[in-house]
Each structure stands twice: as C-alpha cells, then as structure tokens.
Antibody, heavy 120, light 108 residues
Framework: EVQLVESGGGVVQPGRSLRLSCVASGFTFDDHAMHWFRQAPGKGLEWVSR????????DYADSVRGRFTVSRDNAKNSLYLQMNSLREDDTALYYCVKGGVALVSFFDYWGQGTLVIVSS | EIVLTQSPGTLSLSPGERATLSCRAS???????LAWYQQKPGQAPRLLIY???TRVTGIPDRFSGSGSGTDFTLTISRLEPEDFVVYYCQQYGSSPQTFGQGTEVEIK
C-alpha cells in the first residue's frame, strides 16, 4: 500500500522558515519524480515544486522560486521542502504527491497534507 | 502553459441525476493526457480518470471521461450522495502540467 506521510507544518511568523518532510512507502521511491502541492483554505490546488528521481531536475512555481528549496533522500524514502522568507499568502495545506516516472504525469497518490499557517 | 477552464463553477443537481462537467484547454492537450480528480472536504484529491477516459481501479463505473484535443468531459451517470463534492481536471501532456480551477457539484 502506497503511503505518503507529511510532517513539519505549524504556525510561523512572516519572514521565518519551516521545513516540511514527507516519508514514502509502498513503492520504489527512487523510480519516481515527487511533487509538492498546496491548497489555501477554500481555494484550488496549486503546484509548488517538483524533483526528478535523482534530483537532477528541479522546478518551482513562480510564487515560491528563490524562497523554497525541494530536496530528496532516496536512501530514506524522503522528500523535503525548505521554506524560507514565509509570507502570509503561503498559508495552506501542503501535500506531498507521488509523480510518475516522467516529470509530467498524473498523480495517483497524495499524502493527507500538513498545514502551514503564516501569521504574526 | 496550457490553461484549463472548468465549467460550470458550480453544478446544482439532485441525487440520481446525471452530471456533466466540462474542462476546456487553451490549446490541444497532447496524447489526451488529461486526468480528473475528486476532492471531498478535509481530504486529499483522489485520481478518478487518466488518459481522458481510463477509470482508475476501484472507481465506480458511474464515472466516465471523454474528449480529446481541447474539450474534455467528466460524466457521473447517476449522482450518489457522496458525489456532491469538488472535481478538478489536470493536463499532463505538456510541461508545466496544469489544473483547472474546479467544479463543485452541490445538492439542489
């Protein structure tokens, strides 16, 4: 059974940092690209970042580029999102999502999300 | 970037009725690489359909997808109470992959 378990969310002041983690199981982690999505309260889905299987290709949404850094540790079946210079509009539920072998794919497994609230 | 526009924004129907949700792309979606997701309140999105018409294992057959090029449709043949939630389309035919803004199916 595929499982994606996020952690690291919380309440943080604007300008501070937070690191999200996602532990994957039930599939061959290093065969797949991995993605982060977010969803602000009452809003739609926003793609945040993706990383290919060997970290050789990394992409970001314009809204987070230069502030967020995605990484992975295939030995630990883990995905990370380092979020710096957080802003109030970064408040959202952040999802870890299993990608396909290709960088562009549909998404068959999503974690349950970890909530990030940026507020003074 | 391909922009996906879903219509209507909200669909008001009764249980047992047929729902037709539209997803229109700003340019042709390569290979009919279009997926549909269902999101219930408090839950992560769930993949229903990929390749425009291939239903994921375990998804009830009242859900069907069709279309190609720029026009795609998700049909729910007979609405069950648990189907009154939000649906998103996504294209993965070209980078960056993109999502529509969602259609909410509400009880009339």
């Amino acid at each position: 059974e595929v499982q994606l378990v996020e952690s690291g969310g919380g309440v943080v002041q604007p300008g501070r940092s937070l690191r999200l983690s996602c532990v994957a199981s039930g599939f061959t982690f290093d065969d797949h690209a991995m993605h982060w999505f977010r969803q602000a309260p009452g809003k739609g889905l926003e793609w945040v970042s993706r990383i290919n299987w060997n970290s050789g290709r990394i992409d970001y949404a314009d809204s987070v580029r230069g502030r967020f850094t995605v990484s992975r540790d295939n030995a630990k079946n883990s995905l990370y999102l380092q979020m710096n210079s957080l802003r109030e509009d970064d408040t959202a539920l952040y999802y870890c999502v299993k990608g396909g072998v290709a960088l562009v794919s549909f998404f068959d497994y999503w974690g349950q999300g970890t909530l990030v609230i940026v507020s003074s | 970037e391909i922009v996906l526009t879903q219509s209507p924004g909200t669909l008001s129907l009764s249980p047992g009725e047929r729902a037709t949700l539209s997803c229109r792309a700003s340019q042709s979606v390569s290979g009919s690489n279009l997926a549909w997701y269902q999101q219930k309140p408090g839950q992560a999105p769930r993949l229903l359909i990929y390749g425009a018409s291939t239903r994921v294992t375990g998804i009830p057959d009242r859900f069907s997808g069709s279309g190609s090029g720029t026009d795609f449709t998700l049909t729910i043949s007979r609405l069950e109470p648990e189907d009154f939630v939000v649906y998103y389309c996504q294209q993965y035919g070209s980078s960056p992959q993109t999502f529509g803004q969602g259609t909410e199916v509400e009880i009339k």
